[in-house]
């Protein structure tokens, strides 16, 4: 019998069969979902689920995008275990992905967004300063009205991918395909370095692979929806495995810091990850003077990335100032801002209006913050522990790290569940308390990118809410668990 929230056994050959088809099934008809009410250049913008079903291909978009979803989410969870082999759980990935990558964009239009931010950037206008709708981006329509007058939240290295991919497409449809392409090339990347590391933690490429890799969540928004995050993951295990490999190496320390600096100038989430690859790039006992030697020069090959990247760019650090605008939209999907507006909800019931959500916002930073302190400390003593593999210990420690970014962040999208998950998959002897959300998160957008939430923040924040209790409850009773042994 199966321990509540422990891996299940391993499916037997006709499940692994069935699973495999049952999701290549779905991936097509999500495929389909895409063409026939999609994230299209010209779908109409601030649609519901009504006005959605009321098109004229509505009550088809929605059937095949939820039986795409299911099937693909079902098929996925069934082998949460481990496919049969790793090469079954490369093979079945790209099955799954070939047809998402014809589909038109899903489950978002961030993808125009970055068009839009490139195309700013190679004419000449700082996206950071100037938003695309002032900057005059001829596909402005295009991009989600929210996003229009914000400056560019990304890092420099990004907005050069995305204005090469402006520069080589010629038009929208060539810069989407490009920009499509970027996100492969940052699976492909992860990808291959996923063995590796896989064999580092211990942990089956079998199962490493199969979490990683065929996650909807990764098909759907990270390829069809051609999300940066795939960029940013990729840079990042290589980085991780750079380090696994050549600890206490001057010369692939620096090579592994500049990694780290490129994915956090795609992505400024990739910075958590940093304080654990420093613990990984020491060879020997972490003594204080080792951990300031060897993490020392991770950190100078970072922040030489970073500020080589953003001097030769031309666009400085005005992208630090973008991350803030991030969190403009509200939803009960993240769990800071579901408290915050259940707060806002009972004082609305008295006449009044405590304006809770950044207040909860802030002081979730903070937590944050505090988190990933107690987890870096926790890794740094449990590293040396001769009975646990240092290698699982750093990769366990910066999945925690990632997971608790997600959770208390101000903002939540679907394509956040892909941060913590590479990691985890390589790291958590418990499966399920990181691959159910992934698989819900995936219904949480509709193909054109509407966000469900949007229709349901008063329920849904007394949800989330009383969801964040319980949990809360859960850990006090069961304290903090040592990190996974070998």
């Given at each position: 019998?199966?321990?509540?929230g422990?891996?299940?056994?391993?499916?037997?050959?006709?499940?692994?069969?069935?699973?495999?088809?049952?999701?290549?099934v779905?991936?097509?008809l999500?495929?389909?979902a895409?063409?026939?009410?999609?994230?299209?250049p010209?779908?109409?913008?601030?649609?519901?689920?009504?006005?959605?079903?009321?098109?004229?291909?509505?009550?088809?978009t929605?059937?095949c995008?939820?039986v795409?979803t299911?099937?693909?989410?079902?098929?996925?969870w069934?082998?949460?275990a481990?496919?049969p082999s790793?090469?079954w759980?490369?093979?079945?990935?790209?099955?799954?992905?070939?047809?998402?990558?014809?589909?038109?964009?899903?489950?978002s239009r961030?993808?125009?967004?970055?068009?839009?931010?490139?195309?700013?950037?190679?004419h000449?206008?700082?996206p950071y300063?100037?938003?695309?709708?002032?900057?005059?981006?001829?596909?402005v329509?295009t991009?989600?009205?929210?996003?229009?007058d914000t400056?560019?939240?990304?890092g420099?290295?990004?907005?050069?991918?995305?204005?090469?991919?402006v520069?080589?497409g010629?038009?929208l449809?060539g810069?989407?395909?490009?920009l499509r392409?970027?996100a492969?090339?940052?699976?492909l990347?992860?990808a291959?370095?996923?063995?590796?590391l896989?064999?580092?933690?211990?942990?089956?490429?079998?199962?490493?692979?199969?979490?990683?890799l065929a996650?909807?969540?990764?098909?759907v928004h990270l390829?069809?929806?051609?999300?940066?995050?795939?960029?940013?993951?990729?840079l990042?295990?290589?980085?991780?495995?750079?380090?696994?490999?050549?600890p206490?190496r001057?010369?692939?320390?620096?090579?592994?810091?500049a990694l780290?600096?490129?994915?956090?100038t795609?992505?400024a989430?990739?910075?958590v990850?940093?304080?654990f690859a420093?613990?990984?790039?020491?060879?020997?006992r972490?003594?204080?003077?080792?951990l300031?030697?060897?993490g020392?020069?991770?950190?100078?090959?970072?922040l030489?990335?970073?500020?080589v990247?953003?001097?030769?760019?031309?666009l400085?650090?005005?992208?630090?100032?973008?991350?803030t605008?991030s969190?403009?939209?509200?939803?009960?999907?993240?769990?800071?801002t579901?408290?915050?507006?259940?707060?806002?909800?009972?004082?609305a019931?008295?006449?009044?209006d405590?304006?809770?959500?950044p207040v909860?916002?802030?002081?979730?930073l903070?937590?944050?913050?505090?988190?990933?302190?107690?987890?870096?400390?926790r890794?740094?003593?449990?590293?040396?522990?001769?009975t646990?593999d240092r290698?699982?210990v750093?990769?366990?420690?910066a999945?925690?790290?990632?997971?608790?970014?997600?959770?208390?962040?101000?903002?939540?999208?679907?394509?956040?569940?892909?941060w913590?998950?590479?990691?985890?998959?390589?790291?958590a002897?418990?499966?399920?308390?990181?691959?159910?959300?992934?698989?819900v998160?995936?219904?949480l957008?509709?193909p054109d990118?509407?966000n469900?939430?949007?229709?349901?923040?008063?329920p849904?924040?007394v949800?989330?809410?009383?969801?964040?209790?319980?949990?809360l409850?859960r850990?006090g009773q069961?304290?903090?668990?040592?990190?996974?042994?070998?």
């Open positions: 019998m199966t321990a509540p422990a891996s299940p056994p391993l499916a037997g050959p006709s499940v692994a069969r069935f699973a495999r088809y049952a999701g290549l779905g991936a097509v999500l495929t389909v895409g063409y026939l009410g999609g994230a299209l010209d779908a109409p913008l601030g649609a519901t689920p009504v006005s959605i079903w009321q098109a004229p291909h509505g009550p088809a929605l059937t995008w939820l795409g299911a099937l693909l989410v079902g098929g996925w069934s082998l949460r481990g496919a790793g090469r759980a490369y093979v079945t990935a790209v099955l799954w992905v070939l047809p998402l990558l014809v589909a038109p964009p899903l489950g961030d993808v125009y967004s970055y068009a839009c931010q490139g195309w700013t950037y190679a000449g206008v700082d300063a100037v938003p695309v709708a002032a900057a005059g981006c001829p596909w329509e991009v989600a009205p929210i996003w229009r400056p560019a939240p990304y420099p290295v990004f907005v050069l991918l995305a204005a090469l991919a520069t080589l010629g038009g449809t810069t989407v395909v490009l392409v970027l492969v090339a940052g699976l990347l992860a291959y370095c996923l063995p590796a896989a064999r580092a933690a211990g942990v089956p490429t079998r199962r490493a692979a199969w979490l990683a996650a909807p969540v990764v098909g390829v069809a929806g051609a999300h940066n995050d795939a960029v940013m993951l990729g990042l295990l290589c980085a991780l495995l750079l380090v696994i490999r050549r206490g001057p010369g692939a320390l620096l090579a592994a810091g780290f600096g490129l994915a956090v795609v992505k989430t990739a910075v990850v940093t304080p420093a613990l990984a790039a020491v060879h020997g972490h003594t204080v003077r080792a300031l030697r060897d020392g020069a991770l950190a100078g090959g970072m030489a990335a970073l500020l990247t953003s001097v030769l760019s031309g400085g650090f005005g992208w630090v100032g973008g991350l605008r969190g403009d939209s509200e939803q009960w999907t993240s769990p800071p579901a408290v915050g507006l259940l707060v806002d909800y009972a004082g019931l008295v006449g009044r405590p304006q809770a959500v909860v916002r802030a002081v979730a903070l937590l944050l913050a505090i988190v990933v302190v107690v987890l870096w400390l890794a740094w003593r449990a590293s040396d522990d001769p646990l290698a699982r750093t990769l366990h420690g999945g925690l790290a990632l997971a608790a970014t997600v959770v208390l962040s101000p903002v939540f999208y679907p394509w956040y569940a892909t913590p998950l590479a990691l985890l998959a390589l790291t002897t418990r499966t399920t308390w990181f691959v159910l959300p992934a698989g998160a995936t219904f957008v509709l990118g509407t469900l939430a949007r229709f349901t923040k008063a849904g924040a949800a989330m809410t009383a969801l964040l209790l319980f949990l409850l850990v069961n304290g903090l668990k040592r990190p996974p042994r070998r």
